[in-house]
């Protein structure tokens, strides 16, 4: 949809929300091949993602350039704190306030405050994202849902969901792609494939994803 200010018509800019991983990366690569735009892409970090996930950041950095697309990396930005000492990165919020990822608990909030968050806020100074809003139109943000069971479910939740600045898009739901398809996207592309992202010391691993750590 395009919409239309006093310099006339504005299509909506398109940002991808980047986590380094499996569906995230094929996603990207899915929307090159197929000629879609992409304005940004955007990688949250927390401070303790994996190592081999920060060493497929810069590698996969390089391909992106290699495209034109611009990739930031944003971080969340404390402003108050109520212990000390202060803290910049996700493990340090949880020795300075003496508790665990919220994942830990059943919850997503370490998720919402260290991943989305981030996104959203750098997206309130982008020029593209601030021109649309302004003109009444929403920016595309592009999730990386794929088309596996687990996935599905996440994407039954979240699609619907209203928001004021932002139209959601799900492609690899889309295309049908499940995570052994972009596995095969990633590996034709780029050759190597990316660890599951998560930080190093997220509630929700797997044994066999604790082995792999160094």
């Not at 892409?41 to 920060?54: I, N, Q, S």
């Not at 999730?143 to 492609?171: C, L, M, Q, S």
Request: proline letters at 7%; aromatic letters at 14%; a neutral charge.
């Amino acid at each position: 949809m395009t919409v239309r200010d006093l310099f006339g018509p504005i299509t909506p800019p398109v940002v991808v929300a980047y986590g380094a991983g499996v569906d995230s990366t094929a996603m990207i690569i899915g929307m090159v091949k197929r000629g879609e735009r992409i304005d940004a892409v955007l990688f949250a970090d927390t401070g303790d993602e994996k190592p081999a996930t920060y060493f497929y950041l810069w590698a996969f950095s390089l391909w992106l350039e290699r495209h034109g697309i611009p990739l930031h990396v944003v971080r969340y930005q404390p402003q108050r704190f109520k212990h000390y000492p202060p803290y910049a990165s996700l493990s340090e919020n949880c020795f300075t306030n003496g508790t665990l990822p919220s994942i830990s608990f059943g919850q997503h909030t370490c998720s919402q405050k260290w991943k989305v968050e981030p996104q959203d806020k750098w997206a309130e100074t982008w020029e593209p994202a601030v021109r649309i809003w302004a003109a009444g139109g929403k920016v595309i943000k592009c999730i990386g849902y794929d088309a596996g069971p687990r996935d599905t479910k996440r994407y039954n939740h979240a699609k619907g969901v209203e928001d004021a600045r932002f139209e959601y898009r799900y492609p690899l739901q889309e295309w049908g792609w499940a995570r052994d398809r972009c596995e095969e996207e990633i590996r034709a592309e780029v050759g190597l494939v990316p660890v599951k992202s998560a930080c190093f010391m997220c509630g929700a691993m797997k044994p066999w994803e604790m082995r792999l750590l160094p």
